[in-house]
């Protein structure tokens, strides 16, 4: 094998090299173009090469190169912040932003200010965080520990902290055996009995993805789960963070995912579609209730990396911020994705081995099983996500390989979330591409059991 210098996820793979992109698509060195059905990591939400953006980027970059947080700020860094807090959404609690650049240290973030807006009032028990076992909250250590995503865990659990988590509300495989709504969401309720147990002076805060993407492929709420859940937080002091990681800015027809069930958290960290992957971007939104006794204390949120808050990644932002708003993106996502997701839907009555299509926007997830009466999964060793992914790369079309959401992170899904951009036609287009995907692998899979 040639000998490459660079470490890829997966050392043993044959990955195309993209060398320039243009709208939905991107092109590799043979000129084979791939319709990008998965914004990457669900990450370039307006797709690629957008003028607009060049300009921005170009323009900054000949003002500046670099400044350091704790001796400057920028205009660009200031800017980005005050738009942020103005999300009609959330404008009420007055919301800072914390600069950082990845969903993993934004979420990182979330904690230690959680943790020190206790400690600040004299609570310095009140340092664990709550999350869900079927999660993604990034990949450091401190993020590792809120996830119960086995795969990407289990060799480090020797270096993970033992916090507390919750099944999610996962109605296709309910975790409680139960129906909506005669359950009563006992998914939520869960959460107070978790509470009970460990003792809310030993909680600073639960964190929740609005819906589960990575661990889940896309697991939405059901009506009042979110409501229910913020009630239980603020009776019990406990600070609610919401991971819009993936969800953020538009992804599922609203800026924030959260507006969906009209539920604001204290603390929100944002990433991906910040920049929509033009630069690396990232950021923790805190509420003044939440910040207010840290800038009577200390005055110092105790966290920060070099590169936080670069004026060229902030001015990015602002140009990808300003250009979903002018071209209406996240409305039409709404639109757009409850067509995406009805095209979908078709495709589950056709395949037997497509067990649940659900979503919200143009965020997608596709359940595969053995049988959809029994909802029996695959053998893992069949490794069928991946050939899933593969097959439709070979045919031009990226999906994004997501788990299932059983036991935090098993099963076999991949995660449909196109840039805000696509047009219908290459709906239609990328449906098609994944329905010829769909039928090689169910042929392939039918001679497989006939061996
Ligand atoms: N939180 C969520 C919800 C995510 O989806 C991701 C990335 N998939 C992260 C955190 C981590 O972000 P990053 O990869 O930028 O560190």
């Known amino acids: 094998m040639e000998h ?112 020190q807006h206790w400690q600040e009032q004299g609570r310095p028990t009140k340092n664990k965080v709550i999350s869900r076992w079927t999660s993604y909250h990034g990949i450091t250590m401190g993020a590792l520990s809120l996830s119960g995503h086995s795969e990407r865990r289990h060799r480090f659990v020797s270096l993970l902290d033992d916090l507390p988590t919750i099944p999610a509300p996962y109605c296709y495989r309910c975790p409680f055996n139960q129906t909506y709504p005669s359950c009563q969401l006992k998914c939520a309720s869960d959460l107070e009995a978790a509470i009970h147990r460990i003792g809310a002076e030993h909680i600073a805060a639960f964190i929740a993805e609005p819906i589960i993407g990575a661990a889940g492929a896309v697991i939405v709420p059901p009506d009042g789960y979110y409501e229910r859940i913020k009630e239980i ?54 509420s003044e209730k939440v910040l207010d006794p840290i800038l009577q204390g200390s005055k110092i949120v105790m966290s920060g990396h070099t590169y936080s808050a670069n004026p060229q990644s902030a001015a990015v932002s602002l140009a990808v911020l300003e250009y979903i708003e002018k071209h209406n993106l996240i409305n039409e996502a709404e639109e757009k994705g409850a067509y995406l997701l009805a095209e979908l839907q078709k495709l589950a009555e056709h395949f037997s081995m497509i067990g649940d299509v659900r979503g919200k926007g143009l965020m997608v997830g596709v359940e595969f099983v053995s049988d959809s009466l029994s909802k029996t999964p695959f053998p893992k060793k069949l490794d069928i996500t991946n050939s899933i992914v593969l097959a439709a790369r070979d045919k031009g079309l990226l999906i994004y390989p997501a788990s299932a959401g059983i036991e935090g992170g098993e099963g076999d899904a991949v995660i449909i979330a196109p840039p805000l951009t696509i047009k219908k036609e290459e709906i239609d287009q990328l449906v098609e591409l994944f329905k010829k995907t769909i039928t090689d692998i169910q042929k392939s899979k039918e001679v497989h059991h006939d061996e």
């Open 233 to 286: 937080c603020d009776e019990n002091e406990i600070l609610f963070i919401a991971d819009e990681v993936m969800t953020g800015i538009g992804r599922t027809g609203k800026t924030l995912a959260m507006e969906h069930w009209n539920v604001i958290p204290d603390i929100i960290a944002l990433g991906k579609g910040m920049s929509a992957g033009y630069t690396p971007i990232a950021a923790t939104l805190a």
């Open 4 to 115: 490459s210098y660079l470490i890829k996820p997966m050392l043993a793979s044959h990955y195309p090299t993209a060398v320039y992109g243009k709208g939905i698509y991107i092109y590799d060195e043979d000129g084979k173009a791939y319709l990008d059905g998965s914004s990457g990591a669900v990450t370039a939400s307006i797709g690629h090469a957008v003028p607009e953006i060049i300009k921005a980027m170009t323009k900054q970059a000949e003002k500046i190169s670099f400044v350091y947080r704790s001796q400057f700020t920028t205009n660009e860094a200031e800017q980005l912040a005050r738009t942020l807090s103005e999300i009609d959404f959330i404008k009420d609690g007055h919301y800072s932003s914390f600069f950082v650049n990845s969903g993993s240290e934004a979420t990182e973030t979330a904690m230690k200010i959680a943790i």
